[in-house]
Every structure is written in C-alpha cells, then in structure tokens.
C-alpha cells in the first residue's frame, strides 16, 4: 500500500508540474513554447509524452511529411517553408517561394501538400500580392513546384482564385485518393459586405475546390455541366474551412469550418451541397447579434459537429495508426483560441460511437497557452502539431515507454 502511494504521488508530480519547468515563456500574452519533453494525461491513456521537435518556427501554418523523413513546415508570415530534417530545424528554408504578401493578419504563406505519387512535386496555397485599378489587392493562389535538394525549381502559379480576397481567406490543401486536389478558400466573412461571397457563384470565395494536379478543372465536377458556379467548385456556403481530413474508415472526407462567434462546424463534404452560410447558421457575430434567423433549413447540409463557444478550428487529422489504439477513429483539431479569449489554442480531441455520432471531446495541450494550426499523423503513427507563435514549434505525441 505504502509503495502504490508512493507511485501515484510520484505519477501526480509528474502530471501536474508546470510546463515553467520544461519551457520558457516568449511574449506577455503566456504563451509557452517547450524546450524538453514532458507528460501530459488523457482519459483514454493515462501518459503521453510531448516531445518538442522545432521551435524558433515563426508562425507556422501547415505541415507534410516526405519519404526521406524530411518534414515540410510553412511559416504564414515570413512566406518561409522551413524543413526538419533528423528532428533538427535547419538553419536555411527552401528558397523559391515566390512574393507572399503577409502585411495583414492572417495573410501569407499557408497549405503545404505533397503529391501522393512523387513527393517531389510541393502544392502550396498563399496570398498573393496584386495592384488592381493602381491600388493595392490580394487574391489566394496555388503554385506547384518541385524540390531538387534544398531549393524549388520549375515553380510555376497553377490556379488563382477569382476574385478579390479583401477578407484575408484561409486556404487548406489535400489530395484525394483519386488524385484530385481538394482546396478550401475562406473570406467569406460576415462584416465588409462580404459574406454574400459563400453563396455568390461569380467568385471562389466560401467554396471548397476540386482540382487536377495541374490546377484544371475535373469535367465530373458537378457544376461543370449546369454552370451554376464556377467548375472548380465542388461545395459552396462555407465561411472559412481551415481542416481537411479523409476518415480512414468511410473514406468521407471532413472539414472544418470557423464561425465568428460559436457555431464552429465540423462537415461532411459531399459534392454539389450547399453548407448553408451565411443564410443559416448557429453562430453569433462578433458583436452579439445572431448571424441569420435560423440555424438550418432542410436544403441545406447541417454541421456534423458544432463548438459552442468558438475554438477556432485549424488543421484536424483522423488517427488511424498503431501508437495509440485507444484513438483509433478520434478526430484532433488544432484550436486557435477559446471563446474569444486569448491564450486558450489547444488540441481538441472528438470521439465517436460506431454509428458515427459524437460521444466525447477532450482538450489537450492547454497549459501551453498556444495557439494551435497544423495537426497531423506522420507516417510513423505518432501525432504531430504546429504551435502559431513568433516563437512556434513542432511537437510530437508520442506513446510513453
């Protein structure tokens, strides 16, 4: 008995010490970046160790994995993409990113994607710089490039968004198992007179994509034939979707959906369907008020997972890998921030029954005080999150030995 004691005390020290031990703190806001690994708990596993791979990332957005183990990171604001290579940031980014424009918040460099068959050819989605009418403007494009040792070569613009991107709209990447690109582009927000643009079938803006690997439009995609919207488009009515996963058992593909104030969605994506906003929706505007009059009509997709309050959700991944088979089919969506407060990112964790239907969440990570943006499975089977600070990392969960 005494022993037992002793061990659980010894586990509750552990569990409970302040991250002030293993980290430093890099800006009066709190946030945390680690320096070593340290344990954190779950209600599934009792120990997971959080390794710290990177830090000194400047604001990093997405992640990829290649074959040769390198590990791909964009950094949004310094249109950097940075590589960690043997679990070391190296010292010089890849050069060959062309001109991102990063002056206002939430531009610049996002969404890196490798293609599934040649992890030499990189997708990236940025804010690209533009001077309409001799004034200053911005779009989201998509570039394709091939990396040759340490630099880009070949970078070519392969698809650019209509219209104005006055919002500032996030952009995510992902490759189907057909071999079509799948892109979101957002700024469809509520105030400037811009959340019409979800709905507005003259503009990419609020849609999700679906694309060849060369940036052309697939002819099944289904406004092809009618016209109705654009044919890149493959779903329309969306705010600002940020994650994309494919659940390894359905095979459906998920999205996630910022609101303004509550209403964050999590999606089913099916071809042709309209997700609603800013027509219906369950969220407030910033300022209180409700966004629509209703939270759902019957033509339109109803959200599969609602967050109230807002955590702003960012990257999301399904785990399927064997590190951690109590979390086999959980979904990790990176959180950038909590009911509007500052200092609450963490990794939310969403469990399911076996009819698909949501049973449990779990906040992880939140004595970091951190923003929270890419979210990944590597190919190794551990998780793997980005934390966006001016001091941001890589860290890696991993099963304690």
């Given at each position: 008995?005494?022993?037992?004691?002793?061990?659980?005390?010894?586990?509750?020290?552990?569990?409970?010490?302040?991250?002030?031990?293993?980290?430093?703190?890099?800006?009066?806001?709190?946030?945390?970046?680690?320096?070593?690994?340290?344990?954190?708990?779950?209600?599934?596993?009792?120990?997971?160790?959080?390794?710290?791979?990177?830090?000194?990332?400047?604001?990093?957005?997405?992640?990829?994995?290649?074959?040769?183990?390198?590990?791909?990171?964009?950094?949004?604001?310094?249109?950097?993409?940075?590589?960690?290579?043997?679990?070391?940031?190296?010292?010089?980014?890849?050069?060959?990113?062309?001109?991102?424009?990063?002056?206002?918040?939430?531009?610049?460099?996002?969404?890196?994607?490798?293609?599934?068959?040649?992890?030499?050819?990189?997708?990236?989605?940025?804010?690209?710089?533009?001077?309409?009418?001799?004034?200053?403007?911005?779009?989201?494009?998509?570039?394709?490039?091939?990396?040759?040792?340490?630099?880009?070569?070949?970078?070519?613009?392969?698809?650019?968004?209509?219209?104005?991107?006055?919002?500032?709209?996030?952009?995510?990447?992902?490759?189907?198992?057909?071999?079509?690109?799948?892109?979101?582009?957002?700024?469809?927000?509520?105030?400037?007179?811009?959340?019409?643009?979800?709905?507005?079938?003259?503009?990419?803006?609020?849609?999700?994509?679906?694309?060849?690997?060369?940036?052309?439009?697939?002819?099944?995609?289904?406004?092809?034939?009618?016209?109705?919207?654009?044919?890149?488009?493959?779903?329309?009515?969306?705010?600002?979707?940020?994650?994309?996963?494919?659940?390894?058992?359905?095979?459906?593909?998920w999205a996630t959906e910022n609101g303004p104030q509550g209403g964050d969605e999590a999606?089913?994506?099916?071809?042709?369907?309209?997700?609603?906003?800013?027509?219906?929706?369950?969220?407030?505007?910033?300022?209180?008020?409700?966004?629509?009059?209703?939270?759902?009509?019957?033509?339109?997709?109803?959200?599969?997972?609602?967050?109230?309050?807002?955590?702003?959700?960012?990257?999301?991944?399904?785990?399927?890998?064997?590190?951690?088979?109590?979390?086999?089919?959980?979904?990790?969506?990176?959180?950038?921030?909590?009911?509007?407060?500052?200092?609450?990112?963490?990794?939310?964790?969403?469990?399911?029954?076996?009819?698909?239907?949501?049973?449990?969440?779990?906040?992880?990570?939140?004595?970091?005080?951190?923003?929270?943006?890419?979210?990944?499975?590597?190919?190794?089977?551990?998780?793997?999150?980005?934390?966006?600070?001016?001091?941001?990392?890589?860290?890696?969960?991993?099963?304690?030995?």
């Amino acid at each position: 008995m005494k022993g037992t004691l002793h061990s659980t005390l010894a586990l509750t020290v552990l569990l409970c010490v302040s991250p002030l031990s293993l980290a430093q703190t890099e800006n009066r806001s709190g946030q945390i970046t680690p320096t070593q690994p340290f344990i954190i708990n779950t209600f599934e596993i009792p120990q997971v160790r959080v390794v710290p791979l990177a830090t000194g990332l400047a604001n990093p957005f997405d992640l990829a994995f290649r074959d040769n183990g390198d590990i791909l990171v964009t950094e949004r604001y310094t249109g950097k993409l940075r590589v960690i290579r043997n679990d070391r940031l190296l010292e010089e980014d890849l050069s060959g990113v062309p001109q991102v424009y990063s002056e206002i918040f939430r531009a610049g460099l996002m969404a890196v994607e490798l293609h599934p068959d040649d992890d030499r050819l990189v997708y990236m989605t940025y804010t690209k710089p533009l001077v309409v009418d001799g004034e200053p403007e911005q779009t989201v494009a998509l570039i394709r490039a091939r990396i040759v040792e340490d630099a880009l070569t070949g970078v070519e613009e392969i698809f650019t968004a209509t219209g104005l991107d006055r919002a500032i709209a996030a952009s995510q990447l992902l490759f189907a198992p057909d071999g079509k690109l799948m892109m979101s582009i957002g700024g469809a927000y509520v105030y400037a007179a811009t959340g019409d643009l979800a709905q507005d079938p003259t503009v990419h803006y609020g849609k999700l994509l679906r694309l060849n690997a060369d940036g052309s439009a697939p002819d099944d995609n289904p406004y092809v034939a009618s016209g109705e919207y654009l044919p890149e488009v493959y779903s329309v009515g969306h705010r600002n979707q940020i994650g994309l996963s494919f659940h390894p058992e359905t095979g459906e593909l998920w999205a996630t959906e910022n609101g303004p104030q509550g209403g964050d969605e999590a999606n089913i994506i099916r071809a042709g369907e309209n997700y609603g906003w800013p027509i219906v929706s369950y969220s407030r505007q910033y300022r209180g008020d409700r966004v629509s009059d209703r939270p759902w009509r019957e033509e339109f997709v109803d959200p599969e997972v609602l967050w109230w309050p807002s955590i702003a959700p960012a990257g999301i991944t399904f785990y399927s890998g064997d590190k951690f088979p109590e979390w086999q089919g959980n979904l990790f969506v990176g959180s950038m921030m909590e009911g509007r407060i500052p200092g609450t990112g963490h990794l939310e964790r969403v469990v399911f029954n076996s009819r698909g239907e949501e049973i449990r969440r779990e906040g992880l990570l939140k004595n970091l005080r951190s923003r929270i943006t890419g979210v990944a499975q590597g190919p190794d089977g551990n998780l793997y999150v980005l934390t966006d600070e001016e001091n941001g990392a890589l860290l890696r969960l991993e099963p304690v030995q």
